[in-house]
């Protein structure tokens, strides 16, 4: 079978990708000025815009956020009545975790097995180079059909919401009859997949007090309200026995309804050890993409390394609430707290915190631009016809644009297959989805802007 042109194109581009991205992810990007200096997003954002500009986008602009994290800007006039599309990629990225456990250092792109490893290879700074590579597919083989606009924005992994924000004050700045997010992936490899719902998200951080001061545990442990015990009986209250979630007044019984994922698989694709069951109960489908989940991202205790014999005063923890679509993030957040000032055990004096907010979001499939992107992933994924699955995790920015403009249609694609690891240890991205889902999306560009002409 002959390639197609567009194919073609993008599969000579595809040094000059790795070449890019190599660049990008080197940037330790981390939208957290205590983790990594502020420094390092604004070099990101100052190649993000370098790289609109290189491709003659006009009004490339770095916009300050109310977060202080920076957007970038770009918009690319297209012919004469031609409609408007925004492509989405974020250029922060999740800090790298455990830098020892990385087969190849996080901030400098690898090559092995066939794939290409670095932070933010998938999530998302691919998914501004898989936009950049249709852009100019499309330029190479006849020019681009429609009116383009770029958002790549600095803080999505925060989920701190400046260009949510930043969006609601300017609401004609990213107006456009269809949204591009390049954020979230295929099922599997090799298999097309559009993302049609997302859950949404709060984060809280909780602090607890017990005592004035740490004591020592030989002369007041065992009456002493130890803070650190208190805390952990506390977040045990968030989950049954079987780990399903718990937050007081929560529904947590809904069904997925589509695409299921064998439970085999998501063993394999989440590395659970031999002999340790999953959680909860349900198909995986109904528990990942369906149903509230509950998760303790991050604990304030001593390190067993210097610990000492004492009686804490005080602990803190962060806690991440997945809020499946039909629910409202809000309300989620009032439940959560009330759940945690409500089970403290001890009398202990409990603060909650709201650090991070996102609603869920449901996407139309059977719009005209999802046809589109029907069509364009069977020539880009030959044999193969779209699929479309949930994602449990959540794009803030999704529900900002549903609401600012009602009018316009949402497709989220992306990088992001299980074999990814995104958010965990050694994050890759097979250079084939790159290729073919860049393929992908100019033919949708195509396809789009010849159905708004019919």
Not at 352 to 370: H, K, L, N, W
Not at 410 to 438: D, T
Request: glycine fraction near 10%; proline fraction near 7%.
């Amino acid at each position: 079978m002959t390639a197609h042109p567009i194919h073609e194109t993008i599969a000579s581009l595809m040094p000059r990708a790795k070449t890019e991205l190599t660049e990008l992810v080197a940037f330790q990007s981390v939208a957290d000025p205590a983790v990594y200096p502020r420094s390092e997003c604004d070099a990101a954002a100052e190649w993000v815009a370098g790289a609109l500009r290189e491709e003659d986008f006009q009004d490339v602009a770095l916009l300050d956020t109310p977060d202080g994290s920076k957007a970038v800007y770009g918009f690319l006039p297209g012919p004469a009545g031609a409609p408007t599309v925004l492509l989405y990629a974020h250029y922060d990225v999740q800090p790298p975790l455990d830098e020892s456990a990385w087969l190849s250092p996080p901030f400098e792109l690898t090559e092995r097995d066939g794939r290409w490893f670095g932070r933010g290879a998938a999530d998302c700074k691919g998914g501004f180079v898989m936009h950049l590579l249709a852009l100019r597919a499309l330029k190479a083989n006849g020019g681009v059909p429609v009116s383009v606009k770029v958002i790549a924005e600095g803080s999505e992994e925060q989920g701190t919401g400046g260009l949510e924000q930043y969006a609601q004050a300017h609401p004609e700045l990213l107006a456009a009859d269809t949204v591009v997010i390049g954020d979230t992936g295929n099922f599997r490899v090799g298999l097309p997949t559009v993302t049609s719902t997302l859950r949404g998200m709060t984060m809280l951080r909780v602090s607890l007090d017990t005592l004035e001061g740490n004591l020592h545990s030989g002369q007041f442990g065992g009456a002493a309200p130890d803070a650190l015990a208190a805390m952990i009986q506390l977040l045990a209250s968030l989950r049954a026995e079987d780990g399903t979630t718990t937050v007081d007044g929560l529904t947590t019984d809904a069904k997925w309804d589509g695409l299921q994922y064998p439970e085999a698989d998501f063993r394999k694709d989440a590395k659970v050890l031999d002999g340790v069951e999953l959680i909860s109960t349900g198909t995986v489908a109904d528990r990942i993409w369906a149903r509230p989940a509950v998760t303790v991202i991050g604990i304030d205790c001593p390190p067993v390394v210097g610990a000492t014999p004492s009686v804490q005063a005080s602990a803190r923890a962060q806690i991440s609430l997945r809020v499946p679509p039909g629910g409202d993030a809000g309300e989620a957040t009032k439940l959560l707290t009330a759940h945690l000032l409500s089970h403290a055990p001890w009398g202990a004096r409990v603060s909650v915190e709201q650090v991070g907010q996102g609603q869920p979001f449901r996407a139309d499939v059977s719009s005209p631009a999802y046809t589109a992107m029907a069509d364009a992933m069977r020539v880009a994924y030959p044999g193969e016809e779209m699929q479309s699955s949930g994602m449990g995790g959540s794009i803030p920015l999704c529900n900002a644009l549903a609401e600012l403009y009602p009018e316009a249609e949402i497709l989220l694609i992306g990088l992001s297959e299980p074999e990814a690891q995104i958010h965990a240890v050694n994050e890759s991205v097979s250079p084939g989805e790159l290729e073919r889902m860049s393929v992908a999306e100019a033919l949708f560009l195509q396809n789009y802007a010849a159905s708004k002409q019919a």
